[in-house]
């Protein structure tokens, strides 16, 4: 769909969703009130309906009491005919016990009457409404019974009709709801309301298709009379034809005023559509004509400005190209001195851009995996899903195939069929960083990496010299990338033991300083383990040297397989170790200590099938800033803990005592091989059995007087043990 039918389809949502919404609200509102209305009036009518029925048929019991209190027959018949004169009654019935009639006054309409108490249906038309009562002697014997009743005539169905103000059917029974006795209704909707009161159920108010609304009453106690209440809606004929019209009639306006309105908001749009598309050709002589002063004129102003400036700017990079390219050379002497690989790698990738012109690119190195790794990029926005880093497998499109073959590749993709992993982009170059000569004892140069750039200004494509360029400066970027590389191995193993691949002294001094500086910046504790392997010169002197060389590889392995990835385990000397810890208290460090001293006690070391080496180690603990203020005293507080260690009967571990001016202090705790049934970590069953031999708890031998204190149980920070450390495996 076009722009301009998107804008009338909104204008048309917009104009007609109220109008059709309002219409239809309009229509049911209306409908509902009229109903409730409706059913208010005819519940109304069927209370006054009843309250009529009930006082006449008061007022026919109390007839038929007066003649029955007359005990002569014919005082009796006077009164009968008294009460008709005087209108109180219709009729007047006297039976005996066998229900035979004794008198009736004349004119009396033919039985049976229906009796109010409506106990007794009528089959067939009702003719008069009667109240009956008792008539006995002074002695209480029944002598038959007194009736007196009311005609129900056209005459007395009008008058409950002006009572009601509603429409009133008597029907011609129960049974026959379609037949009709008396009635006020038109012959017009008679039929129509009969209709609806025989599909009612009970005495809900149904509507007939008119618009009348009905209801059914009675028969039952109290109104035994059949009837059916009707009354004329109130809504206003007509109103849904109106309503129809009023918004067909909108919607005719709508479309008038939608087609104008996209018509007269989308002519500039696709003229700057236009010029869009020539730009994008290539061609910046396109101008779009300013029409208005509104948004879309300032954006025709800010196009016509912006290519008149890209033009400049692409004239302008054209000139400077060939100067550019001769400032490579000293770009790449320039790159080869600095040992920054991510600051290296940014100016490959931003001279690389300015070099050609192009809008994207992406500098890959090889991963030991085979697998080209972005390293840093520029413009890649949209380009590549952000979520996801930049992934080339050697071979795979066109990145991974300059990387396999070592040969540079230019040219023209259709974005739709980019490859997997690569950028989205309508022109590419690829330029390979080729080892230095000699590097590949096979005599080829083999790549580490790969400069890609994307898309230039005007969908122009990469040429020869830009190819050439690039080649150039990627061999001096290479040796650059190559430098840092030896550069950082040299440091490593300046850095790192032989022997066991932990950190040597050298390092244990700088990441203590680091550590301790970090601890004290952020109010957080560092814990310092010295740890020392026991007897170990009985193990050389015993095994050998390489016996021994075997076991110090090993326990440094086992300590690395028990501290987290964030701990430093540091090798200082000899068969001395030191494991930092940081975020550290004294109860974490205590856990990592009986660990390691489980971990190097439980476990022979092999030197090979024949020689398996029981080992113990001897932990000294202290605690930045509780135990000491500078790294080198926390250093020398724990080889402190550690001597005492020894001194308690070794394979065990220690705490240093706290500085004097210390804000809390440690719980002395009792040490052994396994946890008592308080919790507590214990230091070995060495320390146990010195204890036990002196006569003394063993929380006696790390107190005050000795200089350290053991902790009380728990993680590094008091929670779960962290992950393990993977660093120098």
């Not at 948004?295 to 000139?319: C, H, K, P, Q």
């Not at 739709?416 to 960083?433: D, S």
């Not at 690039?470 to 590389?485: D, I, P, S």
């Not at 090798?571 to 494991?579: A, D, I, L, M, S």
Request: aromatic share 4%; glycine share 10%; proline share 7%.
């Amino acid at each position: 769909m076009t722009l301009r039918g998107r804008l009338t389809a909104a204008f048309l949502a917009v104009v007609l969703g109220p109008v059709l919404l309002g219409a239809v609200f309009v229509g049911t509102t209306l409908a509902a009130v009229d109903r409730s209305r409706s059913t208010e009036r005819l519940g109304l009518a069927a209370s006054t309906v009843r309250t009529s029925v009930d006082a006449l048929c008061q007022q026919l019991r109390a007839a038929a009491d007066a003649v029955a209190l007359r005990t002569d027959p014919a005082a009796r018949a006077g009164a009968a005919a008294q009460v008709v004169s005087r209108g109180l009654a219709g009729a007047v019935l006297v039976t005996d016990v066998a229900g035979t009639t004794t008198y009736a006054t004349p004119g009396a309409p033919p039985t049976p009457w229906q009796d109010c108490s409506g106990d007794r249906a009528v089959v067939g038309p009702v003719r008069a409404l009667s109240a009956r009562v008792d008539l006995r002697d002074p002695a209480g014997v029944a002598l038959g019974t007194v009736a007196a009743a009311q005609v129900v005539d056209p005459a007395f169905v009008a008058r409950l009709a002006a009572a009601t103000g509603v429409a009133v059917t008597l029907l011609d029974g129960p049974a026959a709801p379609g037949r009709v006795a008396h009635t006020t209704e038109s012959n017009r909707v008679r039929e129509a309301v009969l209709a609806a009161a025989s599909s009612a159920d009970g005495d809900r108010v149904t509507q007939t298709p008119d618009g009348r609304y009905v209801r059914r009453l009675g028969p039952g106690p109290g109104q035994p009379l059949p009837l059916v209440l009707s009354v004329p809606g109130e809504q206003p004929a007509g109103l849904p034809a109106v309503l129809v019209g009023a918004v067909l009639f909108a919607a005719v306006l709508a479309v008038l005023a939608a087609w104008r309105l996209a018509r007269v908001t989308t002519r500039p749009l696709v003229e700057l559509a236009g010029a869009v598309d020539r730009v994008a050709r290539g061609d910046l002589t396109a101008r779009v004509p300013v029409r208005s002063r509104d948004e879309i004129g300032r954006l025709a102003g800010a196009f016509n400005r912006m290519t008149r400036e890209t033009a400049s700017y692409v004239a302008a990079l054209t000139s400077s190209r060939d100067q550019l390219r001769g400032h490579l050379a000293v770009l790449g002497d320039t790159l080869a001195s600095t040992h920054d690989l991510q600051r290296i790698l940014r100016v490959i990738l931003r001279s690389a851009l300015a070099a050609t012109g192009a809008r994207a690119g992406a500098v890959l190195l090889l991963d030991p995996d085979g697998v080209l790794v972005g390293q840093c990029a520029e413009g890649l926005a949209g380009r590549v899903p952000e979520a996801e880093p930049l992934r080339v497998p050697v071979g795979a499109g066109v990145i991974g195939a300059v990387a396999a073959t070592g040969e540079p590749q230019r040219g023209r993709v259709d974005p739709a069929e980019t490859p997997a992993g690569e950028p989205r982009c309508e022109t590419y170059v690829a330029v390979p960083f080729a080892a230095p000569a000699g590097a590949d004892p096979a005599g080829r140069d083999p790549a580490v990496g790969v400069l890609a750039l994307y898309d230039r200004p005007g969908g122009e494509e990469f040429d020869d010299d830009d190819l050439a360029t690039l080649r150039t400066f990627a061999g001096h970027a290479a040796v650059a990338v190559e430098n840092v590389r030896v550069h950082e191995e040299a440091q490593r193993l300046s850095l790192t033991d032989p022997l066991t691949g932990l950190w040597n002294y050298r390092y244990l001094r700088e990441s203590l300083r680091r550590e301790v500086e970090r601890a004290s910046r952020f109010g957080r504790m560092l814990s310092i383990l010295a740890l020392d392997v026991d007897r170990f010169k009985r193990v050389n002197d015993t095994y050998g040297h390489s016996a021994g060389d075997v076991v110090l590889a090993e326990f440094a392995r086992r300590v690395r397989g028990e501290i987290r990835e964030v701990d430093l385990a540091f090798r200082q000397g000899g068969e001395e170790f030191v494991v930092l810890l940081p975020e550290t208290d004294a109860r974490g460090a205590a856990i990592v200590a009986e660990r390691l001293g489980a971990a190097v006690r439980d476990t022979p070391m092999v030197v090979d099938e024949h020689v398996a080496i029981p080992v113990t180690v001897s932990i000294g603990i202290a605690v930045y800033p509780d135990h000491a203020t500078t790294g080198q005293q926390v250093l020398d507080a724990a080889d402190e803990a550690l001597y005492a260690a020894k001194a308690a009967g070794r394979d065990g571990y220690r705490v240093t005592g706290q500085r004097a001016d210390a804000v809390a202090e440690e719980i002395p705790v009792p040490a052994g091989a396994v946890s008592p049934d308080d919790g507590l970590p214990r230091a070995g069953p060495a320390a146990t059995r010195a204890a036990e031999g002196s006569g003394r708890h063993p929380a006696s031998l790390s107190g005050p007087a000795a200089g350290v204190t053991q902790p009380a149980t728990g993680g590094a920070s008091s929670g779960p043990h962290p992950p393990r450390q993977s660093r120098g495996r």
